[in-house]
């Protein structure tokens, strides 16, 4: 499997499964109009042929407006509230210097009161995986 085609596949798993999330029944934890989301990074590039660092940049898009550009890191943890709202999420790889277009979650409506827990890794076999709670 070529050095592309596995870095697709993983941020393919990592859309896959973050829009899974939007699709659970979670019980409401607050009332103040926010969800809470946390991501970790913990794919090692060198797994996947690439630097150990692995750096991304997530842009995320609320109604259709840029929110934030996020830069993420091989180990980086991201804690924050976000306001409830219509969310895409595009991922822009900059060691290959472009969006990866199987790497688009969304548009997809979060509501407030959940806790959202993301966490990339490799899985069995060395595969990336994304490992997704919704409470």
Do not use: C, W
């Not at 999420?89 to 199987?102: D, W």
């Not at 959202?116 to 994304?130: E, H, I, K, M, Y």
Request: proline share 6%; aromatic share 8%.
């Amino acid at each position: 499997m070529s050095r592309i085609t596995r870095i697709f596949t993983a941020l393919t798993l990592i859309a896959i499964l973050a829009a899974a999330f939007a699709f659970a029944a979670p019980r409401a934890l607050a009332s103040d109009g926010t969800f809470n989301v946390s991501v970790f990074h913990g794919i090692n590039g060198r797994s996947l042929g690439l630097s150990k660092e692995l750096p991304v940049e997530a842009y995320i898009y609320r109604n259709g407006e840029l929110l934030a550009t996020v830069p993420l890191e091989f180990r980086d943890r991201i804690t924050t509230n976000l306001p409830a709202g219509n969310y895409t999420i595009k991922v822009f790889s900059t060691e290959l210097g472009a969006f990866v277009p199987s790497m688009q979650v969304g548009p997809v409506e979060l509501p407030e009161g959940i806790m959202v827990r993301l966490q990339a890794q490799l899985g069995a076999g060395g595969a990336p995986d994304l490992v997704a709670r919704v409470k």
